[in-house]
């Protein structure tokens, strides 16, 4: 029998059924996983990146497993944003999601005009900028100064109101400093991390395994330095956090929230086990009740220690 335990949280004006979401990237526009499991069932879907063309992506082989990860190099391939408003959008409206939409862009303008134009559409949450992918050349330009990001995150707000989060790359010279430009230009909250900078070599051809020598790693191996970001972030910021980045167990998704995360990303794991965001948003109130928490928005932030139980308030 499941525990009885209030799962719902608030990410400042986003509120969510659960706090386990789909990591942008790793579930596509969720028709895969829908097909077979409830979407409604999730906090949210983070989309695949959206940008306002279709991008080709990079050569393959795109995607090398590690021994605690993958290593990828996708380089952010997507339809564009006519073909996501025409087919995407509309499936998941009508299977109940939760959508969350991974704004990319080349420019600032790119950023704009995906962002200006979903703010006609119903049924999208909320808007998660990708300024931080490794994979693709100016990926990272925005997300690695703070400035850019800031003015970015201002014109993006204009165009659209609804809650915006700046997912941050862990590569960029002081993260926590882009984070502090972007919420104070408006953004709502952050999402804790893109992948990390890495490198897989292929000894028989003693060559790089990726054409683009570097990918982003993620999993397993990087569920400490998301925690630590969060941390930090959780210490610094009184802004809602999406704790992303090596969570594939529901252990995992209470630390994460432990830590200061509000909603916490499922993604690498979801390859191993397409159902795990599933079973991890199953189990999680027993898992939470276990520990004497009557709701997941007690969890978060508690373990620094601000009181009995006390979590962050970041409704
Ligand atoms: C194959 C793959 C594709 C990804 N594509 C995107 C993407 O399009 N946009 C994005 O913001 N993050 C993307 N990511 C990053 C994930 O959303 C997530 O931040 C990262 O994988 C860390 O979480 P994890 O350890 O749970 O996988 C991708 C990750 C993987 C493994």
Excluded at 50 to 61: F, L, M
Excluded at 64 to 78: F, H, K, R
């Amino acid at each position: 029998m499941t525990a009885a335990c209030d799962l719902s949280v608030s990410l400042g004006p986003l509120r969510l059924a659960n706090p386990v979401v789909l990591a942008s990237g790793t579930a596509g526009y969720g028709r895969e996983l829908g097909a077979a499991l409830p979407l409604s069932a999730l906090g949210a879907i983070v989309v695949k990146g959206v940008a306002p063309e279709p991008w080709p992506g990079n050569p393959g082989p795109r995607v090398v497993e590690t021994p605690a990860g993958l290593v990828n190099s996708i380089g952010l391939e997507n339809p564009g944003l006519d073909h996501f408003l025409a087919h995407d959008l509309p499936w998941l409206r009508s299977v109940g999601a939760t959508v969350i939409v991974n704004v990319v862009g080349r420019t600032a303008d790119d950023y704009v005009k995906v962002a200006g134009r979903l703010a006609a559409e119903p049924g999208v949450a909320a808007l998660e900028l990708n300024v931080s992918c490794p994979n693709v050349e100016a990926g990272c330009e925005f997300g690695h100064d703070p400035k850019l990001a800031a003015g970015l995150v201002a014109r993006v707000k204009e165009a659209n109101p609804a809650p915006l989060f700046v997912k941050l790359s862990p590569n960029a010279p002081d993260p926590l400093a882009v984070a502090e430009a972007v919420l104070g230009a408006g953004a709502d909250g952050l999402t804790l991390m893109n992948t990390y900078l890495a490198l897989a070599i292929d000894v028989r051809r003693r060559r790089p395994l990726l054409p683009g020598v570097t990918g982003g790693l993620s999993g397993p191996a990087v569920k400490p330095l998301t925690l630590r970001w969060i941390w930090e972030a959780a210490e610094r910021f009184r802004a809602p956090i999406i704790g992303t980045g090596g969570a594939a167990t529901v252990e995992d998704v209470v630390e994460f929230l432990l830590a200061g995360a509000s909603a916490v990303g499922i993604g690498s794991a979801t390859f191993a086990r397409p159902d795990a965001a599933w079973r991890i948003a199953e189990a999680l109130p027993e898992a939470l009740a276990r520990l004497g928490f009557a709701t997941a928005a007690e969890a978060v932030g508690a373990a620094h220690g601000r009181g009995a139980g006390a979590g962050i308030p970041r409704g």
